[in-house]
């Protein structure tokens, strides 16, 4: 495997995402639909990046929708784009890139040296499977590197013709083209491919349409580096053999889902071979982003979504979500959800919970059934029984949230902070009329109104509360 160096800095990408999808049979741009919750060229994007090919040297082609796909690429660092306003096929869409690569290579010289071609509907590409590419390529130093792929049946894609001699790459053959002896052939060409540049670009404008489509087709280029005739050059195209699911483009939903499956797989697969117990992992579904620690468990029916991290000894599920949580060790969620929220360790949710954008439980919280929390703090050892909501709010620690409690946080403007102490017990039913301050070792009675400031150490009661005398309390 080749190691990050000055050979890959060479490296500029440039990713073919400017097709409609037509197969797709929808208004949203094939390489934006989702796949375990991301758009499929978010992951080639990953590839590319876990192979040493950052944002900057990375460019993306665009033409349908392009503006949408331009925003959504954006979202994931700094990537160049350049717009192919006419769809010609996949030879004038890399022409496209051109002036851009040169651009770059101005600006920060060696770069672009290499072109890598592939493409956005391409999202199961693994990025060792690349980075054996870049291997091979700087070890040959041939004009053209690229992937090849064997398949029992290859029908729809272009097959590699060979010398029958030699073995040598002689030419990629459309499938529309193909003669009925070609068509035996087992070898197809996934489309994916490393230029010299100084070799491409002239080559490139050779290209002529195709006499049936009407379009430049890419897969001319191997051909043309095997025509010419450079005493430098000992082999101007060498293939490389990879796994034929890595590299299978979606062009219709029913791809879209089988790619989903063998990702799921994949990911699966990680952690269960990581010392993570996934007690169902045909009901599992788990980001590529999510991180999970040994010996935490997963139970059945469970959703990992976006970049959660889940810590060593904690137990999620069976009938969880989450998203973009932060889970410490030891902890529980039971049939809960869980989103842009955070659990410090031990801490115990669920059923029925649901933690909200901002919610933040300290170690040792337990919250039961039908609790919610959003843009809060609870602090360490507090208890919010159920049947409860807290918004906006900061708990101290070792506070007891009386069942049906709840923050009246909004007052129809704006959202307004509750502040409680450390020790208060807030009877069943209590409403706190935000903003308003709870002191420490405070009391309220059951089905109290806060509408006012609770001084430290003092029992209230009613509607709306006020201190109880002295020889009343405690309740």
Known sequence: MLEQGSDLTSVAAVVLAAGKGTRMRSRLPKVLHPLLGEPMISHVLRTLRQAHIPAERTLVVVGHEAEQVRAAVARY?????????????TGHAVRQA?????????????????????????PLLRSESLQNLFASHFTNRPLVTMFTAQAADPTGYGRIIRDAATGDFQAIVEETDLTAEQKQIKEWNPGIYLFRAKWLWPALARLQPNP??????????PGFAVETRQEAVSTPVQTLLVNGEEVLGINDRLQLAEADSVLRRRILEKWLLSGVTITDPASTYISVETELEPDCVIEPNTHLRGVCRIGRDSIIGPNSILTDAQIGANCKVLASMVEYATLEDAVEI????HLRRGAYLEQGVHMGNFGEVVRSRIGAGSKQGHFSYIGDATVGPNVNIGAGTITANFDGANKNKTVIGANVKLGSDTVLVAPVTVGENAVTGAGSVITRDVEPGTTVAGVPAKPLPKKAQPI
Request: charged share 15%.
């Open 77 to 89: 660092g700094p990537y160049l784009t350049v717009e192919q306003t006419e769809q010609l096929g």
């Open 98 to 122: 051109e002036a851009a690569l040169a651009q770059m290579a101005l600006a920060n010289p060696g770069a672009a040296e290499q072109v890598l071609v592939l493409y956005g509907d391409g």
């Open 212 to 221: 049936r489509k009407g379009e430049y087709y890419l897969t001319d280029m």
């Open 350 to 353: 669920g059923p029925f919970a």
